[in-house]
């Protein structure tokens, strides 16, 4: 018995000593980089939450409605979700909208909102639905960045952050996947603008920046995923 309980306590400080380690290792809210530039859009990945970030347009995204389902598992904990925290920071508009069935979250739904002074430092936030969450694909969220890109440059704003908070309402989706979806969508969209815009059919104040946010133990793969799509658009 006593060697049982030895072993058992050994295993407890093996885990709590490797959970260490792995926070250590993570990096720390605010922490960013350029991964790159495309049509003249420097595109960056950060650690922060979409109800922190000084921005002149944030984007976020959001499921139809269930119960629950930004605050009870598999959401992610209170801590961790941007979601959550996005709406506390509004005093739980976007859970009042999508309960009561004014805002949907129907695949492709927009709503334009305009946060109150003292709320969070984003000038206007664009929610953006997803659908429903037992079918989500990552797929979508090409067509998610284009609609980000295309209600920026109808804005008129310079830099705009997008956050998918698909995690945040506990679906285990492909990271590098919908990072890079997100992005190609978005710099299509700019870049068939600039077509536009070459024949004299579109005229638009050009973005300088485009910034993804990630949660801390996303920003490598999504930082990677990024560069690589990226590459697609090398100038």
Do not use: W
Request: charged share 15%.
């Amino acid at each position: 018995m006593k060697t049982l309980k030895t072993k058992l306590a050994g295993l407890f400080f093996f885990l709590l000593f490797t959970a260490t380690i792995q926070a250590q290792d993570l990096p720390t809210i605010g922490t960013s980089n350029i991964a790159g530039k495309a049509s003249g859009i420097a595109v960056e990945v950060k650690v922060q939450s979409p109800s922190a970030q000084v921005t002149p347009l944030q984007i976020a995204c959001v499921f139809e409605y269930t119960e629950g389902d930004i605050t009870n598992p598999p959401a992610l904990p209170a801590q961790l979700n941007g979601m959550l925290h996005l709406d506390e920071a509004l005093h739980g508009i976007i859970t009042e909208l999508r309960k009561s069935g004014k805002f949907t979250g129907h695949a492709f739904e927009t709503l334009l909102i305009t946060p109150p002074p003292g709320t969070i430092p984003a000038k206007q936030l664009l929610l953006v639905g997803l659908g429903n969450r037992n079918t989500f694909n990552a797929a979508v969220m090409y067509t998610v960045g284009s609609i980000g890109m295309r209600e920026a440059l109808r804005l008129g704003v310079s830099s705009y952050t997008h956050a998918s908070d698909i995690k945040d309402a506990g679906i285990d989706s492909p990271t590098a996947e919908v990072a890079e979806n997100v992005v190609k969508g978005a710099l299509d969209a700019y870049n068939t603008q600039l077509h536009l815009k070459g024949k004299k059919m579109s005229a638009f104040k050009p973005l300088v920046k485009f910034t993804l946010l990630s949660g801390p133990a996303f920003y490598a793969p999504s930082s990677a995923a990024v560069k690589a799509a990226l590459a697609a658009y090398a100038q």
